[in-house]
């Protein structure tokens, strides 16, 4: 895969089934046009392939109705304008908008009588975000607005950005009715997250801050409000916080939470379905062998149990959770896809289940649980497998990782690319980096050290206190396996990664820059003294990991130990990164260029944290430009 064949991958998202009729999104980046353009797209289950379904610039999000005769869905009509919600019949038809809210719509769910949707909006403060200050005066420009007054530690998020003034509400709309217009069931006090109806569509779930964001907090609930309009209601009381509220037919709850003593952050732990049955709340996965992907999406009820995706040593599995079980193991769970894969979404309708299952040299297919692939969407783009490496680090823990080869015989360069989070991991899904840098002539290896997702809570948790100790010595040893074989080139490897990755990228430079020709240090963490005050999570973020000692924080920070590298040494940031904000970037830099090291920083304008993964196609290819120049000129 070259830098330019980014805007020829076709990537499906978000799936849902509906007797036939299944329904996905795809995006594509369009690099030219710096957008990301793609509709919905249905599948055929008889093996039929695919034909697009819609054609806006970007549809996205489809829900079909209960009932199977509409669609509920997301478009973006215009470039540069935010999502708005929109409905058709499933039969096809002109799509009609439901929306015109000025930052956009959210996701939708379909109330039981196919005929009510529910969806979150942020609602801007009026004469911000392009709203006017009063109705018929013209909205301020951006320098012209009145300053924010800032009260709370949880002000900012990355890649949204100022919070207070623009909370989410919840809304529902009748789709049927073309009059209809958005009800607001909340007034903005308070965050509403994931709203989804309960069985009986007369009430909304949704979840809140804890006390409904009084104060700030760690913790978060299930709270309910009538669709029909008044004050919420607590529900759950979680044991953490929650995520993906599903409201059960004898009206209890189901939802995904890590559990966390009260007054403390949920770092590097599980997350384990519960049930709520009105009285008693019950764990029914095991805390320390099941960990529940919530990005895949809410737990979907079927009459053979609740699917959930898990993530499990590099994959993300589509397991089945018995209703009634009590913290039951993984082993215990019936796997039905994603096994040495990833599941990135999955539907059901009965015992029909769908899923989009991603594999190193693919992005992406549709799935029919026991029936086969259905799509060919991976197949424009030729890409390279991933190869298990496993070992054991100097302690005797066993250590796991992967390796993607480019075509040729070798001796190859050698790129060690450490992933982000900590409790992230690198897996058996798609990697883009590692495939751009595969087919430029780089063995390309990736490292799961402890501290990382998928391996259980313990494996996760063991770096709490302890960067730069045992992930260190886990990194180390797998590359270690990698560079046994023969068509590897020991002498010329470099190490890069983003983030925690940007981070062990400055500590191994540091550290053990014997081992390696050059570094590439992207969006990380290099100080944790200032990260605390300056990042939108520091301000629990750092204490949860570091500790509360400033001496401690120092110790485990790459700027401390800034004049051992010596290296040459590439620094990557985005100029609105406010997850590890440019400062990061720019005292690493000032001190290893006062040191006379071959340093270089590279900043993008106008993008966040996940420049790499969700930024504009245009950056994206000019930083995969760059990270090859870079390569290209240390490691050749």
């Known amino acids: ?43 055929a289950l008889d093996g039929g392939g695919t034909r697009r379904w819609t054609w806006a610039e ?27 919600l929109h409905v058709m019949p499933a039969d096809g038809g002109e799509a009609r908008r439901l929306t015109d809210l000025p930052l956009g719509a959210g996701t939708a769910v379909w109330a039981p009588d196919s005929r009510r949707l529910a969806f979150s909006a942020r ?36 890649d949204v950005g100022f919070t207070a003034d623009r909370r989410t509400r919840l809304f529902t709309v009748d789709a049927l009715d073309p009059d209809a217009r958005p009800v607001e069931l909340t007034d903005g006090t308070f965050a509403v997250l994931e709203p989804n109806w309960t069985a009986d569509g007369e009430r909304l779930l949704f979840l809140a801050e804890r006390d409904l964001g009084a104060t700030e907090t760690f913790h978060n609930d299930v709270y309910s409000v009538p669709a029909s309009g008044g004050a919420p209601e607590l529900v759950v009381r979680t044991a953490g916080w929650a995520a993906h509220p599903v409201g059960l037919p ?75 079980a009590s913290e039951a193991a993984l082993s215990d769970l019936e796997l039905l896809a994603g096994e040495r894969a990833e599941v990135k979404s999955f539907a059901a309708d009965g015992d029909r289940v769908v899923a989009v299952v991603s594999t190193s ?63 992230m991991y690198h897996g058996w899904g798609f990697f883009d980096e590692a495939q751009v840098y595969a087919a430029a002539g780089y063995a390309v290896v990736l490292p799961n050290p402890r501290g990382s997702a998928g391996y259980g809570q313990a494996h996760g948790q063991s770096v709490i206190g302890g960067f730069g100790t045992v992930d260190v010595d886990d990194i180390l040893a797998v590359l270690d396996v990698a560079l046994e074989r023969p068509d590897l080139d020991a002498d010329r490897v470099g190490v890069m990664g983003g983030s925690y990755g940007g981070f062990m990228t400055s500590w191994l430079a540091a550290h053990h820059g014997e081992r390696f020709r050059a570094g590439w240090s992207e969006r990380a963490v290099n100080a944790w003294d200032s990260f605390a005050g300056s990042s939108d999570i520091g301000w629990y973020f750092t204490d949860a990991y570091c500790g509360p000692s400033l001496e401690a924080q120092r110790a485990m920070s790459p700027l401390t130990y800034a004049e051992k590298i010596t290296m040459p040494f590439m620094v990557v940031h985005s100029e609105h990164d406010w997850r590890c904000p440019l ?47 870079w ?3 240390h490691l050749a």
């Open 1 to 43: 895969m070259r830098p330019d064949d980014l805007q020829s991958l076709t990537q499906p998202g978000s799936v849902s089934v509906r007797g036939d009729l299944v329904l996905v999104n795809v995006a594509t980046p369009d690099v030219a046009a710096n957008a990301y353009r793609g509709g919905l797209h249905r599948v």
């Open 58 to 84: 970007r549809d996205l999000a489809p829900r079909i109705s209960p009932d199977g005769r509409w669609v509920a869905f997301l478009r973006v009509a215009e470039r540069g304008k935010p999502p708005q």
């Open 123 to 158: 609602v801007p403060e009026p004469g911000r975000y392009g709203t006017p200050v009063a109705e018929g005066e013209e909205p301020p420009t951006p320098d012209a607005e009145a300053p924010r007054h800032i009260t709370r530690l949880d002000y900012r998020l990355d």
């Open 250 to 324: 004898d009206g209890g709850v189901l939802f995904y939470s890590p559990e966390s003593a009260p007054g403390t952050a949920s770092i590097a732990r599980n997350m384990s379905l519960w049930r709520f049955d009105g009285e008693n709340l019950t764990r029914l996965t095991d805390v320390e062998t099941v960990d529940c992907e919530k990005a895949a999406g809410p737990p979907v009820v079927t009459d053979a149990g609740v699917l959930v995706a898990v993530r499990n040593r590099g994959a993300v599995e589509l397991r089945r959770v018995p209703l009634d």
């Open 361 to 423: 040299d693919n992005p992406g297919e549709v799935v029919l649980v026991g029936g086969g692939t259905l799509t060919d969407f991976g197949s424009a783009v030729p890409l390279r497998p991933a190869v298990e490496l496993t070992g054991s680090a100097p302690d005797g823990y066993p250590v796991h990782g992967w390796l993607v080869l480019p075509e040729g015989e070798g001796p190859h360069p050698v790129v060690l690319a450490v992933h982000g989070g900590p409790f």
């Open 583 to 629: 400062e990061q970037a720019q005292r690493l830099f000032v001190a290893l260029r006062r040191n006379g090291v071959e340093a270089e920083m590279l900043v993008f304008p106008g993008e966040g944290h996940e420049l790499t993964r969700s930024g504009k196609p245009r950056h994206r290819a000019q930083r995969f430009e760059a990270v090859l120049a």
């Open 631 to 633: 390569w290209a000129r």
